[in-house]
């Protein structure tokens, strides 16, 4: 049973830096055919997939979002980790952590943690 | 790459619902499908263009050809009124594609 939980804080303050973490169960992310990645979806707006982490670390990225992204993988924790820099009005957004098989698309998704801007 | 769907259809309850989505030579990727209720996460509920979860009816079919793919549901539900996303896997460019979406609405 694949399970995957999202973390982070539900309050960013404008130019700094989020960082989520997903933690899962289920599986191991240590072969390739294993990928665990990052979704966001802006209220009312569509799905928008932001980076992807296979199990041998081959990283994907938005290219828009390119040089705002990293994401990272702690085997040992089960967990992997994104951060994005420089957090605006524009990143607003409830953020799933969702893990993919052999490219079969993304059967698992997180509850979505919703992140917004502080004032 | 550029994935294109329709912001909405609207079909009867019982009737057939069909739901495209377009991209360039679509036919060479493998088309997975979505079903996102309002406040929920999404659910797929169709891969590699035609196979179907353990769980989803087989009301839902799939189909790839040429540059569109369709996600069929045929007599249609209230329950089945969601968010509609088509996706692929790309080799260049953005990795993971998303189209646009469609709402479906039951009448």
């Known amino acids: 049973q694949v399970t995957l939980k999202e973390s982070g804080p539900a309050l960013v303050k404008p130019t700094q830096t989020l960082t989520l973490a997903c933690t899962f169960s289920g599986f191991s992310l240590s072969t390739t055919a294993e990928s665990v990645g990052w979704i966001r979806q802006s209220p009312g707006k569509a799905l928008e997939w932001l980076a992807l982490?296979?199990?041998?670390?081959?990283?994907r990225y938005r290219q828009s979002l390119q040089s705002r992204l990293t994401i990272s993988k702690d085997t040992a924790k089960d967990q992997v980790v994104l951060t994005m820099t420089n957090f605006g009005p524009e990143d607003i957004a409830t953020y799933y952590c969702?893990?993919?098989?052999?490219?079969?698309?993304?059967?698992?998704w997180g509850q979505g943690t919703l992140v917004t801007v502080s004032s | 790459y550029v994935l294109t769907q329709p912001p909405s259809v609207s079909v009867a309850p019982g009737q057939t619902a069909r739901m495209t989505c377009v991209g360039d030579?679509?036919?060479?990727?493998?088309v997975h499908w979505y079903q996102q209720k309002a406040g929920q996460a999404p659910v797929v509920v169709m891969y590699?263009?035609?196979d179907r979860p353990s769980g989803i009816p087989e009301r839902f079919s799939g189909s790839n050809s040429e540059d569109t793919a369709t996600l069929t549901i045929t007599r249609v539900e209230p329950a089945d009124e969601a968010d509609y996303y088509c996706?692929?896997?790309?080799?260049?460019?953005?990795?993971?594609?998303f189209g646009g979406g469609t709402k479906l609405t039951v009448l």
């Open positions: 030579n679509l036919k060479g990727y493998s």
């Open positions: 590699y263009d035609a």
């Open positions: 969702v893990h993919s098989r052999s490219g079969s698309g993304f059967h698992y």
């Open positions: 982490i296979y199990g041998d670390d081959d990283k």
């Open positions: 996706q692929v896997y790309e080799g260049s460019g953005d990795h993971v594609v």
